[in-house]
């Protein structure tokens, strides 16, 4: 594939998804199922999540799925914890991923976002009495579940994938919600270490069909209270376009530096972004990894650039750096990235770490 014919299907790609998803923008909700954007692995997080043109191993299941069959390994498994906002909400992730041929993988990946112990106060005053010991808790989880699938195509250096995505969220006993979805993207890797890459996420159009359980008395306190009995509905996540491009360059026979450069274009209407519109929202973010020897990594990254306004109301453009290191050992990997997951000030920082184990054959001599 081409250059020009790479950027004539980018613009195809553009331009069939402008035809109808404007006025559908209108009376969908933004942000909807944004868990599922807030990325996986200390590697792509100390990069700002530029990595969809370079991702090569596990977690490409969750960042583009075409890249899980470049990797070399029969097996690998990956896993990453972190406390966001201060240690409010777990975030989660777990991924699995094998080759079943030379040239075709597959992968399984989970992501979780929790909020625990919410105290449940809608039973706190009964009859104009206050108790306390009717106070109960109970725990807001979002989940994601993906099956992605890779090829490699005929031509040298490109591959495609896709993953269905199974979507599970639950606040308490009395909110559930089932969705579905589809992913699908391409990678393409030059001779001379350019690589490109094209993810469509949601590109079938992902929903939550919602519901709700209230006893009578709890419908009555939210009637006394002046709030709105929520009811059964079905969530709309629109189409969003990832496209990518990274280089790889070879200092010496020791040392080597990646940058790459990702665009994010949400259809869902303006957004506080660098490209902004009616209708597509573009936010661009730069990644960069050096590495010695392929075994110790130095990571950094810039994204999230938007308009703030400061203590006098007067905009300011900012914008969020990150940074990680990585150390990788002859079957084990640990990546850690110190982040800034919502940019809303040095209490929010967040320390993620991941890990990386890869399983192979043994090999047998006769």
């Known amino acids: 594939m081409t250059l ?4 004539s299907t980018v613009l195809l790609v553009i331009a069939v998804l402008a035809l109808d998803l404007d006025t559908l923008a209108q009376s969908t909700p933004k942000y909807s199922n944004e868990y599922l954007s807030i990325g996986v692995g200390g590697r792509a997080l100390g990069m700002s999540n530029s990595v969809i043109a370079s991702a090569d191993d596990v977690t490409a299941g969750y960042w583009n799925p075409a890249g899980v069959v470049k990797q070399e390994d029969k097996l690998q498994l990956s896993f990453m914890h972190s406390n966001l906002y201060s240690g409010i909400a777990n975030y989660d992730y777990l991924g699995l991923s094998t080759k079943v041929k030379e040239n075709a993988a597959i992968s399984f990946s989970m992501v979780r976002l929790g909020v625990d112990n919410i105290p449940n106060t809608i039973d706190l005053i009964r009859n104009g009495q206050i108790n306390y010991d009717r106070v109960t808790s109970f725990s807001s989880v979002d989940y994601g579940f993906y099956v992605s699938y890779a090829q490699k195509a005929l031509k040298d250096g490109l591959s495609f994938g896709g993953s269905a995505k199974i979507i599970r969220r639950k606040g308490g006993e009395f909110a559930t919600a089932w969705g579905f979805g589809i992913d699908a993207s391409a990678q393409y890797e030059t001779d001379n270490n350019w690589q490109f890459a094209i993810v469509g996420r949601d590109i079938t159009t992902t929903f939550n069909a919602w519901k709700y359980t209230f006893t009578e008395a709890e419908e009555q306190v939210f009637v006394q209270t002046g709030n709105e009995i929520p009811i059964n509905s079905l969530e709309l996540t629109l189409p969003k376009l990832l496209l990518g491009v990274a280089k790889k360059f070879d200092v010496n026979d020791d040392f080597s530096v990646l940058t790459e450069l990702n665009l994010d274009l949400n259809t869902d209407g303006k957004r506080n972004t ?3 519109s009616n209708f597509i929202s573009g936010d661009p973010h730069f990644g960069l ?5 392929e075994r110790m990594f130095l990571r950094g990254g810039i994204g999230n650039v938007q308009q703030v306004k400061d203590l006098q109301y007067v905009q300011q453009w ?13 079957n084990f990997v640990v990546d850690y990235a110190l982040t800034n997951m919502g940019n809303l000030g040095a209490g929010t920082l967040s320390h993620v770490f991941s890990v990386r184990a890869v399983i192979n054959p043994i090999a047998t001599t006769k």
């Open 4 to 7: 020009t014919k790479l950027k």
């Open 274 to 276: 660098l490209i902004k």
């Open 289 to 293: 990894e050096a590495g010695y020897k």
């Open 318 to 330: 900012t914008m969020q750096p990150n940074m990680g290191v990585g150390l990788s050992l002859k």
